[in-house]
Structures are given as C-alpha cells and as structure tokens.
C-alpha cells in the first residue's frame, strides 16, 4: 500500500514539475491516437452509415464479420501488420517498422471494425420516421442521409471516442510496430510497460493518472455536448 | 384529377393489404378516407405520397403517369406532403424544423423566415418558434408538423389520423387548419380517420375502404366469427363463443360479419322475450351524433346502434338500463 501511495505522491510531483520526458510522452501518444482515430473515423463513419442505411445482399452476415473483429486482440493486429511492413513484407521498402505510421497503421485496422459497427447500430436505432419526413418534404437522398445522420450525431460521436479510448490505451500494437523508442514512438502505455518491467513505478503512475485524466476530459466534452442539445 | 388509381395492389409477403381497382381523386377537395384499423387506409397515404411503391397498378399524377422506379419521385415528393399519425419532428427548434422544407428549397434567408412565422401563425404555435421542438405535447406536435409541411406550400396534403392522438381542444383546432388550408390556399386534402362523425363533418367526399378494398359503406360492429349450423339446420355465425347471430350465407368457416348500426334496434328489455336475433344487454355509453344517438351495448360483445332522434324520443334509453337489442337479418353482412 505504501509503495503505491508513493508512487502516486512522486507522481503527482512530477506532473507538477512539467518534466520533459513525461511531456514527450504525452504529445506522442496524443498525436498518435488523434490521428489514427481521425483516420478511422473517415474511413468507418461512411461505411457504416452505408450499411446501416441501405439494404443489400448479404448485410447481415457483414455486421457479423464486423461484430468479430471487434475482439481482435492488438498483439493479432500488430502481427498482422508487422508481416506486411518489416523488411521482409511486401511494404518493407517503405520503412514502416518502428515509425509513428506503422503504429497508426495498425491502430487504424484495430478501430476501424468499432468505430463502422458502433455507427451502424447509431444510424439503425434512428426512428424511421425521420427519413420519411425529410422524404415527404422534399429531401433528395443526400439531404435525408444527412438528416439521419444530424439525428445519430451523439451517438456517432460515442462511437469516434470510444475507438480514441481504445487505442490510446492500447500496448500490443504500439510495442510491436513502434518498438518504444524514446522521444519518438514512446507512448504512455509503451511507457508504463517499460517502467514497470524496470521496477519504477513513479513514472508508470504519473502517466496512469494522465491517460485516466485524457479519457475522463473526454468524456467531460462529450457530455457537455450531449447536455447542450438537449436544451 | 389530381390522382387517378387504377388496379393499385399493395402485397407484403402473401398478404394483399391494398386492392383498389380503381379512385379518383379531384384538385383542390377534401377527401376522407374512412374505415377501421387494417383496412389499408395509411399504406394507400404512403403510395400516394411517393414514399412507398405499389406492388402492382397505376398512378397518375395530375393527369401524368407516376413511374415509381424513377428518382424523379423527389420532384413529386415536392408537390405533396403527408403528415404521419404520430410525427416526429427533428432533433432542433420548432423554427428549424418549420424552416427545413425551405432551406432544402434554397428559399432566401428573409423569405424562410416570412414563410415560417406565416405557417407558424396559421397553426396557432408563433409563440414556440424558438423552443426545443421535442419538448411540445402531442398535440403542439401535430399542428408544427403541419406546418413543417405548409411552410413547402404543397399543392396535395395527406393526413394520416391527424386527431387520432391529441386531446379535444388540439382536435379542434387541428380540423380548423384541415379546413382553412383547403379552403384559403386551395391544397387538395386527403384524411385518413375510423370517425365516421369527423369525415362527414371535414370532407367534400368520403372513401370507404375496408379490409384494403374500396366498399359501399363503412362497416361497423365488425367480429369475426365461424359460421355453424344447429340442428334444425339454421345457420349462425357464432361470435367470441357467446353470440349467435342468425345469417343466411353460403360461406364456410371462419368469416367477418358486420352489423350495421342504423338497421339494428333498440327495445325495451321487459317488453318483448328476445328471438333468435334479439339479445339482452346493458347501455354503456350514450352519445350524441349529428342530434342522433350512437348507444354502445354490452350484449356479450359491444355492440353500437345509432338511434334517429325521433325514435329515441319515442324510447329514450339510459346509461345502465336493461334493454333489448334486435339485429335484423338485414343489418347482418358476412363481408
């Protein structure tokens, strides 16, 4: 108990202390997670939506396949990945390994399948009777998507944060594509492993309370919004 | 003509919800569709709104052929606006959700707003333009659905139940609007209702349809029933296992019989033994109807016989009383 209750004092010391190593590390794992959870967002919101909202041959079973990937373990996508960018894999030449895109890469895989399924079921839960009154006032199909869409915003945004949760606090993939190199693919999880296989517990605690703080602000954000259109 | 339907069929899996050979539709008049719950009266709003394809038949549009596989359907979509049973309005202000219909029609920011508080006026609800649309009551609801849909000034409007859901004092003012919006901007209205009262009070022309066919009248004290026959070989339909009405058919089996209403009569319980087609009850409800009365009949089954004003004179009935009621032959349709 001691050990932890020091660890934390010493912890918040040195957030207080704005050191600079603690400093990288966040501004790593942020710029990492941000980009690869804006990527995925792109690339997901509109698939999901397009399945959500129109019927074709074989949707079912695409949610399903989509629903299973949502347990893909991070160490099954960083080999994946690694198969295709070490120098060995087709995109070896293009020296992914152990860069910051070769960890986007594989987070982008890992939270595309959560971030199209949390979409579908967003846009499927969406009262059918907002597509035909938009419909019946003119809307062409674009303009009824969007209304859809404007009514599934809040909890398309669930979905964007919670694949930003995942990934900002994944280990598997940033270590195996990133290879924790200090100052440059070091992110707060990679970190707290290192930290923690070394013993040091201050430094693996200061970060814990800075990525629960990150998630928590998060959420704050969101739910100021959700509050606010509720008005 | 603004809608000619010929030979219009609606079929979802091996059930036939819609059969209309044929309905005219004039410009500028008020239709009510009446009949009961199932009868086909919102799929047939659907079709005629463009939102839902016929499985089979025709359309014609002021006077023009309605090519549902086409997507100029959005153009159409644009002339004639439904207001559903239960609308939902968008996720916003009642402003925004009156002004959507504009803003997609690229209207100029004054004009969208002119037409807004003009609508807005028109439907009594000025007052909420600025507040947040899904905190209204039903009724409130209804009226800025309404004139979400008046703001596009569509040349056809359908309702669908549009009193069904709101208390009296919003029923009232509902069937105003219906009214002036037909009458001050010549919009052909059509209006879907099981009250017989509203459609005759609100239409210029009333469509019966029932079991998703056009009928002669609307049928009323609608049962289902099987059709047996005693031992003497009279035939009855025999109704919830409590009735048995006397009927002279051909049929078989399961059927749906109606009796109407006007021909069924009211007596006095002690003056008469009840016959084959006399059945003891007790009085419900009274109410009034266009100076008739419409008494409903606890007789095992409830059953509504309206009585002429003359003839309730004669025998006035009160809530609770004993009485007889008599369903002639002729009252009874297998239909």
Redesign the interface.
């Known amino acids: 108990m001691d050990l932890l209750l020091d660890s934390f004092i010493s912890a918040i010391l040195l957030l207080k202390s704005l050191n600079a190593e603690v400093l990288t590390i966040v501004l790593v794992s942020l710029k990492i997670s941000s980009s690869s959870t804006l990527i995925a967002s792109v690339v997901g919101i509109p698939i999901g939506f397009a399945i959500a909202f129109n019927e074709f041959p074989g949707k079912r079973i695409t949610v399903t396949v989509l629903n299973t990937l949502l347990a893909l373990p991070t160490v099954a996508v960083g080999l994946f990945v690694y198969a295709f960018i070490s120098r060995r894999g087709i995109f070896g030449p293009l020296d992914l390994l152990y860069t910051q895109k070769g960890m986007i890469i594989g987070q982008v895989i890992l939270i595309i399948p959560i971030v199209t399924t949390l979409t579908i079921a967003a846009i499927s839960r969406i009262?059918d009777?907002?597509r035909?009154?938009?419909?019946?006032?003119?809307?062409?199909?674009v303009?009824t998507a969007v209304?859809v869409f404007?009514?599934a915003r809040f909890a398309i945004m669930a979905a964007v944060i919670a694949a930003f949760g995942r990934v900002i606090a994944e280990v598997g993939i940033s270590m195996m594509l990133g290879g924790n190199a200090k100052g440059f693919t070091r992110t707060m999880t990679t970190a707290m492993a290192l930290e923690y296989d070394k013993g040091e517990f201050v430094l693996a605690v200061a970060l814990g309370l800075i990525l629960l703080t990150i998630s928590f602000t998060v959420n704050l954000f969101f739910n100021y919004l959700q509050g606010r259109?509720?008005? | 003509m603004v809608f000619e339907v010929e030979n219009l069929t609606k079929v979802y899996g091996d059930r036939k919800v819609l059969d209309i050979p044929e309905l005219r539709i004039d410009k500028g008049k008020v239709y009510g569709l009446l009949g009961p719950n199932g009868s086909g009266k919102t799929t047939l709003l659907e079709i005629l709104s463009f939102l839902m394809q016929p499985t089979t038949g025709e359309i014609a549009y002021n006077a023009k052929k309605v090519d549902f596989s086409r997507t100029y359907l959005q153009g159409l979509r644009r002339e004639v606006a439904m207001v559903e049973q239960q609308p939902i309005l968008f996720t916003t202000s009642v402003y925004k959700n009156v002004e959507f219909g504009l803003r997609i029609r690229k209207v100029a920011k004054e004009r969208r707003k002119q037409t807004v508080f003009e609508v807005l006026d028109l439907v009594g609800m000025r007052d909420f333009a600025q507040a947040s649309a899904h905190k209204l009551s039903g009724g409130e609801t209804q009226r800025v659905a309404i004139a979400r849909a008046l703001a596009c000034s569509p040349k056809v409007i359908l309702f669908d139940e549009p009193t069904s859901n709101v208390d009296i004092e919003n029923q009232i003012i509902i069937e105003g609007i219906l009214r002036d919006i037909n009458r001050q901007k010549g919009i052909s209205v059509i209006f879907t209702t099981h009250n017989r009262m509203q459609a005759t009070k609100l239409s210029d022309h009333i469509v019966f349809l029932f079991q998703g066919k056009p009928a002669s009248s609307v049928y009323e004290n609608i049962f289902s029933g099987s059709i047996r026959r005693d031992d003497l070989g009279g035939m009855y339909c025999l109704i919830h296992d409590k009735i048995m009405l006397p009927v002279q058919t051909a049929k078989t089996g399961q059927v749906t019989i109606s009796i109407d209403p006007r021909t069924a009569k009211v007596l006095p319980a002690q003056d008469s033994p009840p016959g084959d087609n006399g059945f003891v009850g007790r009085v419900v409800q009274l109410t009034d109807e266009g100076g008739d009365v419409r008494a409903l009949i606890d007789i095992g089954i409830p059953i509504s016989v309206l009585l002429g004003r003359e003839a309730y004179k004669e025998a006035p009935v009160l809530t609770g009383d004993q009485v007889l009621v008599i369903c002639p032959p002729k009252s009874i349709e297998i239909v």
């Open positions: 009262d009777r907002y035909k009154s938009a419909m019946t006032l003119g809307a062409t199909t303009q209304v404007r009514e259109a509720r008005l």
